[in-house]
């Protein structure tokens, strides 16, 4: 199976502040890679598919980059509603897996 | 207007089995390139893929648990159905449904049901 790793796994950061997180995958998964954002208690979102491509109605400060086995989120400028677990998942594979997930806290 | 909704029984004993039903409306699983996947999050920990059915009734499985899972889909009631056999403490989780759009690779997961809390426990 592919191993998704994410990193970092917890980040503190302030409003405003340009966040990235990373995910590798353990082989080439091409660009077969989706993000999503989850708050507590609720079912998660998807944000970036295809590596890079926004979900219609995402904010543009989101952005995905990335092929073969590294890729990343970005948060242009973090905003109060951002504040969340974010979880990257390859859909490459007929096994599918998730990252780990990162929490993005309040610094 | 895509909406998922998964119910079943949110208590199950120890080695009983688990029948979880997907309501799906406002696509069809007769779609070509369309997919409905269940997922599953223990309490506090991450997201677990777990299996999936084309429109093609290709079914696809977690390796760690393939020989436990069986999906399923009834396309006159627009429903996918998911067991999971010998069910344990440590499969105590919120389960998902989640649909994809398969075109050129796949479009992410872009519709979800709210989830359903199962607690396995005698």
């Known amino acids: 199976d592919i191993q998704m790793t994410q990193s970092p796994s917890t980040l503190s950061a302030s409003v405003g502040d340009r966040v990235t997180i990373t995910c590798r995958a353990s082989q080439s998964i091409s660009v077969y890679l989706a993000w999503y954002q989850q708050k507590p208690g609720r079912a998660p979102k998807l944000l970036i598919y295809r590596a890079s491509i926004l979900e219609s109605g995402v904010p543009s400060r989101f952005s995905g980059s990335g092929s073969g086995t590294e890729f990343t989120l970005t948060i242009s400028s973090l905003q109060p509603d951002d504040f969340a677990t974010y979880y990257c998942?390859?859909?490459?594979?007929?096994?599918?897996?998730f990252g780990q997930g990162t929490k993005v806290e309040i610094k | 207007q895509v909406t998922l909704r998964e119910s079943g029984p949110a208590l199950v004993k120890p080695t009983q089995t688990l029948t979880l039903t997907c309501t799906f409306s406002g696509f069809s699983l007769t779609s070509s390139e369309m997919c409905v996947s269940w997922i599953r999050q223990p309490p506090g920990k991450a997201l677990e893929w777990l299996a999936r059915?084309?429109?093609?009734?290709?079914?696809y499985y977690s390796t760690s648990l393939k020989t436990r899972l069986t999906v399923s889909k009834d396309t006159s009631k627009n429903q996918v159905v998911l067991t999971m056999t010998d069910m344990d403490p440590v499969d105590t989780a919120t389960y998902y449904c989640?649909?994809?759009?398969?075109?050129?690779?796949?479009?992410?997961?872009?519709?979800w049901g709210q989830g359903i809390l199962v607690t396995v426990s005698s």
């Open positions: 059915i084309d429109w093609d009734d290709d079914k």
């Open positions: 989640a649909r994809m759009q398969m075109p050129y690779g796949g479009h992410g997961l872009d519709y």
């Open positions: 998942q390859e859909y490459n594979s007929y096994s599918w897996t």
